[in-house]
T-cell receptor, first 113, second 114 residues
Framework: AQKITQTQPGMFVQEKEAVTLDCTYD???????LFWYKQPSSGEMIFLIYQGSYDEQNATEGRYSLNFQKARKSANLVISASQLGDSAMYFC??????????FGTGTRLTIIP | DSGVTQTPKHLITATGQRVTLRCSPR?????VYWYQQSLDQGLQFLIQ???????AKGNILERFSAQQFPDLHSELNLSSLELGDSALYFCASSAGLYSNQPQHFGDGTRLSIL
């Protein structure tokens, strides 16, 4: 079974609108971390936001927030007031205990002016 | 700038050859991870080192090896290269071993096998 599932291969969003990128995960661990990374066309991987399994509040970092629903095992990324520079691939990833990151297949986000 | 430095940025070589990719982690980070990103396999974890010791292995081929040196920089050695080894290779680092510590990625080395 896939540990991280991103069901949206691509999304097109109008500039200044909010966008939600979906991510569901599968783990039997109690302690885990969820991460979102952005990969622009230039190729680098940029860390955006982190949510811990024991965190009761949803994480926020500037225009990024993580909608964490533990019972549903979902960790959706919300980008508010999208900008042209947000166009990129977005990867959801999970770290279980002290293990490596497991990545989803990514969502390609395109912001339309 | 993530603080993780990878060299070289691009590498073009032929089948059967051997290459070495280099990574300097962020200052203070003890854990180094190597990942391979290819079109057909996505992002795959290869290997992890923590403070000089191998910590975890993922989908790393026997033709590939890595090490972490006392100054904490790491090298990934790829030998007997095949066309299918063409990919973007990332190094990432984190402060320690805990799940709440993000891994910060370098800009990657793009390896092209001709």
């Amino acid at each position: 079974a896939q540990k991280i599932t991103q069901t949206q291969p691509g999304m097109f969003v109008q500039e200044k609108e909010a966008v939600t990128l979906d991510c569901t995960y599968d783990t039997s661990d109690q302690s885990y971390g969820l991460f979102w990374y952005k990969q622009p066309s230039s190729g680098e991987m940029i860390f955006l936001i982190y949510q811990g399994s024991y965190d009761e509040q949803n994480a926020t970092e500037g225009r990024y927030s993580l909608n964490f629903q533990k019972a549903r095992k979902s960790a959706n990324l919300v980008i508010s007031a999208s900008q042209l520079g947000d166009s990129a691939m977005y990867f959801c990833a999970m770290r279980e205990g002290n293990e490596k990151l497991t990545f989803g297949t990514g969502t390609r986000l395109t912001i339309i002016p | 700038d993530s603080g993780v430095t990878q060299t070289p940025k691009h590498l073009i070589t032929a089948t059967g050859q051997r290459v070495t990719l280099r990574c300097s982690p962020r200052s203070g980070d003890l854990s180094v991870y190597w990942y391979q990103q290819s079109l057909d396999q996505g992002l795959q974890f290869l290997i992890q080192y923590y403070n000089g010791e191998e910590r975890a292995k993922g989908n790393i081929l026997e033709r590939f090896s890595a090490q972490q040196f006392p100054d904490l920089h790491s090298e990934l050695n790829l030998s007997s290269l095949e066309l299918g080894d063409s990919a973007l290779y990332f190094c990432a680092s984190s402060a320690g071993l805990y799940s709440n510590q993000p891994q910060h990625f370098g800009d990657g080395t793009r390896l092209s096998i001709l």
